[in-house]
């Protein structure tokens, strides 16, 4: 194996906070030795479909070399070279506007308007009595328990604040519970959220899941049409071939146009938690950007005018999803993630 590429297997210390989610398998790695001396860690992975080496930086801070499936290590060092000078430039770039690494001392959500302050209120052992008392009030949030590793934290949501109790004194930990806290959130604010938008502008929505993407505010994917949906017309035009062609010629084209009429397109929508922290106007946007694709699934002319129906200023808002991504908080940023 050449010098530059490396295997790695689980953090061996027992006591980091994502040791809970380590795997037993090893995985590829490969180092670049920047003019200043910093030596960078990115991690290999190697595609089906990739046509040509490709190394991308994330607003935390880690590397990925995706790779095409059959390139030899031996090939793959040969490559690491030309991405040094774009490396250097990115990473300095990324360094000084990197977020400091401090837990915030609010976290709000748009969507319902609420605003939580932060409270490092004490050991495990007071929150455990503070578990007690949240019992005899039926209306507060149930608590949050994460538990990495060696270490425990307990998240208490009460009107206007949040109670830390544990290991409150990592701030990596205390972070991951309030990614923990605020996904919650996120999956009883988002789906309905969308849901009325989706009614609203007449599209055909199956189902929506909030999930913890790391490089994007959102995904979308058709799904078949159920025999439910056939007989009230939300059904996908055939293909003009094989059978349906041949329905064509024997009907003739009165027939197959009647058959082959357009009907609404179902589809699923994934959100990331992140947009539950998106300002109202910019959330709605990410949501019409999702929805449109389940009729144009590109983002070719005739999706941007399908978008542009419902967000009018979406040029202006892509932006601003670009721009919100990138001076996302430390604490909401997305974990390395494990070695697997």
């Not at 910093?38 to 290999?44: C, D, F, G």
């Not at 109790?165 to 806290?181: E, I, K, M």
Request: glycine letters at 4%; a positive charge.
């Amino acid at each position: 194996m050449p010098a530059n590429i490396a295997a790695f297997g689980p953090a061996s210390s027992s006591r980091s906070p994502y040791a809970v989610f380590a795997a037993p398998a090893p995985q590829a790695t490969v180092f670049f030795t920047l003019a200043d001396g910093t030596r960078l860690e990115a991690v290999l992975r190697r595609s089906a479909r990739a046509r040509r080496p490709r190394l991308t930086l994330t607003p935390a801070g880690d590397l990925l070399l995706v790779v095409p499936q059959a390139l030899t290590p031996a090939r793959i060092e040969q490559h690491l070279p030309q991405f040094l000078p774009w490396l250097e430039r990115a990473w300095r770039k990324q360094q000084s506007r990197a977020p400091v690494a401090t837990l915030p001392e609010r976290i709000v959500l748009p969507l319902p308007d609420r605003e939580y302050l932060l409270e490092i209120a004490g050991d495990w052992a007071a929150g455990r009595r503070q578990i007690a008392q949240a019992a005899r009030a039926p209306e507060l949030a149930p608590p949050l328990l994460l538990n990495a590793g060696a270490q425990r934290l307990l998240v208490l949501e009460e009107p206007g604040r949040l109670r830390l109790f544990g290991s409150v004194d990592d701030p990596a930990v205390c972070a991951l519970a309030l990614r923990r806290w605020c996904r919650a959130a996120a999956a009883r604010l988002l789906p309905p959220y969308l849901a009325a938008l989706a009614a609203q502008g007449g599209f055909a929505l199956a189902g929506v899941s909030v999930r913890d993407q790391r490089s994007r505010w959102g995904s979308c994917a058709r799904v078949r049409a159920t025999r439910e949906q056939a007989q009230t017309g939300e059904r996908r035009t055939p293909a003009r071939s094989g059978f349906a062609g041949f329905l064509s010629a024997l009907l003739g084209d009165k027939e197959r146009e009647e058959w082959t009429e357009a009907p609404k397109t179902a589809g699923r929508i994934s959100l990331n938690w992140r947009a539950a922290l998106l300002p109202v106007p910019l959330l709605e946007h990410l949501c019409w950007h999702e929805l449109c694709h389940l009729r144009q699934m590109n983002h070719s002319p005739a999706y941007r005018a399908e978008l542009a129906r419902f967000s009018p200023h979406w040029p202006e808002m892509e932006k601003a999803l670009n721009k919100a991504w990138r001076e996302m908080s430390w604490w909401a940023l997305p974990a390395t993630p494990p070695a697997r």
